[in-house]
């Protein structure tokens, strides 16, 4: 039998997991024309894992991962016909890290960002790979 003390600790668990997820929502935004913007998960009022960005056209305009608001891990961007056109690493919503370029959904080029700031831009896998690892586009 657990003691008064242990099932009062239980209580106040379950009472703080259970309030902490009344602040987690799902939402859908639209344009004024009714067609879908944007949908995902906010915690307490900030977009909160990944979301789904659409062109007023209705096709998806880019999709990715937020932390705390602010876009952060692998996005991917897509232009106005739903073709991909760039998948970048993020962190703080700023490019930081490797972005992957396309150009008719073949890979056109990779280019390195520190802190939004472009570093160098490369345009084939032999150059690319005499300077950085495969492994980086994996993070």
């Known amino acids: 039998m657990l003691s008064k003390s242990a099932l009062f600790f239980i209580f106040i668990a ?3 997991l259970l309030a902490t997820e009344t602040n987690k929502a799902y939402y859908k935004e ?13 915690y307490q ?3 909160t ?5 659409y062109h007023k056209n ?3 305009e880019k999709e990715g991962h937020f932390i705390k608001g602010k876009m952060t891990n692998w996005w991917i961007f ?4 739903g073709l991909i056109n760039h998948k970048c690493q993020l962190n703080n919503g700023k490019k930081n890290g490797y972005c992957l370029k396309y ?3 073949k890979l056109s080029s990779a280019v390195k960002y520190s802190n ?3 570093v160098k831009e490369w345009y084939d896998l032999n150059s690319f790979k005499k300077e950085n690892k495969l492994s980086d586009l994996k993070k």
């Open 14 to 16: 379950i009472s703080a």
């Open 30 to 42: 639209y344009y004024q024309s009714g067609t879908l913007k944007s949908h995902g998960w906010k």
């Open 45 to 47: 009022g900030q977009k």
């Open 49 to 53: 894992g990944y979301w789904f960005f």
């Open 58 to 60: 209705g096709i998806l």
């Open 78 to 81: 897509y232009d106005h016909n």
């Open 103 to 105: 150009y008719q959904e």
């Open 116 to 118: 939004g700031n472009k």
